[in-house]
């Protein structure tokens, strides 16, 4: 059976090219499932693509990707990654890759954006490639996932 990646987009993400095309680009946030199912299917992997506004409904979605035993994790938390202990200690909690991903570069904007409680917590984070990122990180899990099986 083909392995799965979950891809999870915190809130507002659903207002991806509606909104401030100047910091988060043009393409929506249907492009960026289109974009994570191509990569993805180049690795022979499927993909759970979820978007949420509700803190509990993320940590659901991570429980169950824990619980599936998902080849690992994308999470875009929104503006949860600065203020959420609660998705912190869910990501903490399952025992599977977790990649963070940000469409814009985090350190180069306001400083409370600089400080995440995911990136301890995420096997790896990128920020700043554009929506490219959610690619790279599918990329990196499938990498992760050919490296352990060869060792
Ligand atoms: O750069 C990212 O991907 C962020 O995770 C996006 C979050 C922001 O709070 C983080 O600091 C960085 C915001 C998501 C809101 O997305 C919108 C998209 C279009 C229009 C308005 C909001």
Known sequence: MAKTIYVLNGPNLN??????????????????EKLCRDAAKRHKIVIAFHQSNHEGELIDWIHEAGAKKALGLVINPGGYTHSSVAIR???????????????????????????????????????????????????????????????
Do not use: Q, W
């Not at 207002?15 to 960026?32: C, F, I, N, Q, S």
């Not at 940000?102 to 929506?131: M, Y």
């Not at 690619?135 to 060869?150: E, N, S, V």
């Open 15 to 32: 207002l991806l090219g509606m909104r401030e095309p100047e910091t988060y680009g043009h393409a929506t946030l249907k492009d960026v």
């Open 89 to 151: 200690d869910a990501v903490a909690a399952v025992n599977i890759p977790v990649i963070e991903v940000h469409i814009s570069n985090i350190f180069a904007r306001e400083d409370f954006r600089h400080f995440s409680h995911i990136a301890p917590v995420a096997k790896a984070t990128l920020c700043g490639f554009g929506i490219t990122g959610y690619a790279l990180a599918i990329d990196g899990l499938a990498a992760l996932a050919g490296t352990k099986r060869r060792s």
